[in-house]
């Protein structure tokens, strides 16, 4: 029993020195601190349309439309499926690390985590809220490379615990204003997974932007690819109750 607390306790202090040894980059930290700052939308509401089209080799495009209601200030966001009728009514609802996916058939909430792809599609929930970037991964600058026409900075993302969408990322931002115009997503054993294209952005107010056009591909699946588009805007303050599972709940009836 003494040489299982002990190996217990040797672990333990490996697994601290590791955290402690392990920190951010500096010149990476600035990067995706000034990408965050200008994607966080915190003191605005948010009301948006997304469109999903999922492409897959030999089958016809699969068409989603989600409206999502968010607010950064409170780390929620209420997603609800609007099309086809196939999904009409289901929905995700967020607070803070809670995630729930809504089933209206059976009228209940399943926890899920940021790993659920959205409607089985190629994107997953994390894409819709606000980012956290630098709570979730460490980060470290990797030069520049050029993407399409423009150059970028690269930096490098591995994961702070295994709650998070992808243990390992590699940001492309644009030099010219700091977004992200490309994500490649990698597995532990850094497969690559799924590489995200950020096609279009939009300000809104405050000198915030959105992406308003993307496409991610899937590596895994053949051919298979979502274009997703995000359309009708409004930076209009949203009731409180628009952000509870009772919202939820009344949209499928």
């Known amino acids: 029993m003494k040489r299982f607390a002990l190996i217990g306790a040797l672990l333990l202090g490996i697994a601290a020195l590791t955290a402690a040894q392990k920190q951010n980059d500096p010149r990476a930290e600035r990067i995706v601190q000034a990408y965050e700052d200008k994607l966080n939308l915190r003191g605005l509401d948010l009301t948006s349309t997304f469109t999903l089209v999922q492409k897959q080799e030999g089958q016809s495009d699969r068409v989603l439309r989600i409206r999502i209601y968010r607010r950064d200030a409170a780390d929620t966001f209420t997603l609800i499926f609007q099309y086809p009728d196939s999904e009409k009514g289901k929905g995700y609802y967020r ?9 209206p058939s059976t009228r209940e909430f399943v926890y899920r985590n940021r790993k659920d792809d959205v409607g089985s599609t190629d994107v997953r929930t994390d894409l819709f ?11 470290t600058y990797q030069g520049t490379a050029t993407v ?9 993302l591995e994961g702070k615990s295994l709650d998070v969408s992808f243990p390992v990322q590699k940001w492309f931002f644009r030099q010219s204003d700091g977004l992200p115009v490309k994500v490649e997503n990698f597995s532990l054993s850094e497969t690559l997974l799924r590489t995200f294209y950020y096609i279009d952005y939009a300000p809104v107010a405050g000198g915030k932007f ?20 995000n359309e ?16 939820l709940e009344e949209q499928s009836r």
Do not use: M
């Open 210 to 229: 959105l992406f308003t056009k993307l496409l991610a591909v899937n590596h895994l699946e053949k051919n298979q690819r979502t274009l997703l588009t």
């Open 148 to 156: 399409s026409k423009w150059e970028c900075d690269v930096v490098r």
């Open 95 to 103: 607070s803070g690390e809670d995630l729930y996916l809504y089933l």
């Open 129 to 139: 809220g606000q980012p956290k970037t630098l709570e979730q991964y460490w980060a």
């Open 232 to 247: 009708n805007i409004a930076t209009a303050a949203i009731p409180n109750y628009t952000f509870s599972k009772a919202f």
